[in-house]
């Protein structure tokens, strides 16, 4: 994993790298662990991301849309509000 | 300290001990412990909620509601509570109060229990030792300069040392299983989707699942009773179709009538890929243990799990790739640790992020987000999903010529603390033969076997989707027939 794949990376997280060399080596290693995957060949399988779809049985219940939270204790936990709304560094000039 | 909680409710039923005085005795125990099995503690808290329980246990008939009434339960900081904080051992969260308490918690809490506290965990639930853990290792009982196991640790140390009764844990890859077995308690994840995940701060959605920690089987099955429930505000939950786990517990297999053999007819699969790569040690416990359920009257047979191996990187890209849509939304604004300096909004969602989670977690969220980008998700995570439904189709094929599934935990007993510092990644292979099971979404769990170097050995039992009660009757019987679940760590 070179520096350059490091960064793109990091981007997409929204992380900031300290220390390029020990997180390159420290990635590089689980890629290595995780590449054993390409072994086996499953051209005719269908992927499996619910586990219980391996019962091919319908479990999921749906409710209805309505919205139960409590708006002002949902808030508290903030670090800035104003209101309602929750306070962030300006986006748009 | 007491050993089940039966025990402390015969206790309480029969006013030898009020609730008051139960959590007295745990709040106490904890505050010499040097385990640091506990993130948050609040006396005042708990013991409210003891005194309420103590009004209610004057008419006995309130246990018919209530029948865990004053049995107090340690919870893994995981799952949110309004009283106690809820940090998920990260600093992330290290001041965070729940606007609301996780489902789990709240069906516990009507069934009459009483919070004893926050335990201690890997951070986000990522790790296998509890050395991850913004606020410090916990401690393996049996020898403090070993780990606890992870990513329940505080919840497995709390128990295996007297400072709870039971408590919470939560299972993505062995989580409540290798923890256990590293301090010697029984612990059991169920069915995926049995019970609730609303409050639960999420790793991986697919693989994620809460599940009782206690000294016995029978303790387990009591609390996983009012812990499995169908929730609206768990879209993935089910409606679990073997409720009574307890029905069956203390009864013989298939209803036998031999005293001295009540595994008569019970037919245990061994995975051939289980044995042989663990500790020399950590195997004649296992091949001890299985000689006693022989001797119990259960039938042993080799089976074959093929893919167990693959479980291993199938398992990280899943998890990784989870985990990272998951922890997206600590980002500093809404909750959760906020970076002091920063130049834009962009440059305050990596600072609070960078400063705010540990290494580990930050490289697995890193990972995951490479495994889902553009030209990589087919090779890693959708390859990843194949292999987990070809090691589903491996168990129910092993299911179709045996009852349950047993073999180690673990390849080895708990390690010296440090011992992964340089080579986290090879921490990861420690997981092997619990991971599987998780993949598939199985029911599985940990009780203790024996020992190893003077370190507990666990056995797991693995069995069909929604047969818990198997395990847990097997467990319990092998548990009435030895005493391994009832030593004490000095």
């Not at chain 2, 663990?278 to 359920?293: F, G, N, P, R, Y």
Request: aromatic share 8%; charged share 20%.
């Amino acid at each position: 994993m070179n520096p350059q794949i490091i960064n793109q990376i990091a981007d997409l997280s929204q992380i900031e790298i300290q220390d390029m060399q020990a997180t390159s080596n420290a990635i590089t290693d689980i890629f290595a662990l995780i590449n054993q995957l390409q072994a086996m060949d499953t051209s005719d399988i269908e992927p499996l991301n619910f586990p219980l779809d391996i019962l091919d049985k319908h479990f999921q219940p749906v409710r209805v849309d309505k919205v139960l939270a409590d708006v002002q204790k949902t808030i508290e936990n903030a670090p800035l509000t104003e209101k309602d709304f929750f306070l962030v560094p300006k986006v748009i000039d | 300290m007491y050993n089940t909680i039966y025990e402390c409710l015969d206790l309480l039923k029969n006013k030898k001990i009020s609730a008051t005085e139960l959590a007295s005795q745990y709040l106490n125990k904890i505050k010499t412990s040097n385990l640091n099995a506990y993130i948050d503690v609040n006396e005042q808290a708990t013991l409210k909620q003891a005194k309420a329980c103590d009004i209610l246990l004057q008419d006995i008939n309130n246990l018919d509601t209530k029948p865990l009434l004053g049995i107090p339960i340690a919870h893994k900081d995981v799952f949110v509570t309004k009283i106690w904080k809820s940090t998920a051992g990260s600093k992330m969260l290290e001041n965070y109060y729940s606007p609301f308490n996780a489902t789990v918690v709240q069906s516990l809490e009507e069934s009459g229990m009483v919070c004893i506290g926050k335990t201690n965990m890997d951070e986000f639930a990522m790790g296998s030792s509890n050395e991850n853990s913004y606020f410090g290792a916990v401690s393996n009982p049996w020898n403090n300069d070993y780990v606890s196991g992870g990513s329940s640790g505080g919840s497995a140390a709390a128990v295996a040392n007297g400072l709870a009764i039971c408590a919470t844990g939560s299972d993505t890859g062995g989580s409540i299983r290798q923890p256990a077995s590293f301090c010697g308690i029984t612990g059991i994840k169920p069915t995926y989707g049995s019970i609730s995940r609303y409050g639960m701060i999420a790793y991986a959605s697919t693989l994620d699942q809460a599940g009782p920690m206690a000294k016995t089987a029978k303790d387990c099955a009591l609390l996983l009773q009012h812990m499995v429930k169908q929730d609206i505000n768990d879209s993935t939950s089910i409606a679990h179709p073997n409720v009574n786990f307890l029905a069956n517990i203390d009864k013989n297999w298939n209803d036998g009538n031999n005293t001295s053999k009540p595994l008569l007819g019970l037919k245990i699969g061994i995975p051939k890929e289980f044995m042989g790569e663990i500790d020399t040690s950590v195997q004649i416990a296992i091949d001890s243990c299985i000689k006693e359920l022989q001797n119990l009257g259960a039938n042993i047979i080799e089976i074959s799990l093929p893919l167990t191996k693959l479980s291993i990187p199938s398992y990280y890209v899943i998890a990784s790739a989870q985990a990272s849509s998951n922890l997206s939304r600590f980002d500093g604004v809404r909750y959760g640790y906020r970076a002091e300096d920063y130049t834009d909004l962009s440059d305050m969602y990596k600072k609070s992020r960078s400063q705010g989670f540990g290494e580990e977690v930050k490289k697995r969220i890193m990972v995951g987000s490479y495994v889902l980008s553009q030209g990589y998700y087919d090779a890693y995570y959708l390859k990843a999903l194949k292999i987990r439904r070809l090691i589903a189709q491996d168990f129910i094929r092993a299911f179709e010529s045996c009852d349950i599934i047993v073999g180690p935990v673990a390849p080895t007993t708990a390690w010296k603390k440090g011992k992964f510092d340089k080579d986290p990644a090879k921490m990861y292979l420690a997981d092997i033969f619990t991971l599987g099971a998780s993949l598939a979404g199985l029911p599985c769990m940990s009780m203790p076997c024996g020992f190893a170097d003077g370190l507990p050995v666990g056995l797991q039992l693995i069995t069909k989707h929604f047969a818990e009660s198997d395990i847990l009757q097997t467990a319990n019987l092998y548990q009435q027939n030895t005493d391994y679940h009832l030593k004490q760590a000095i």
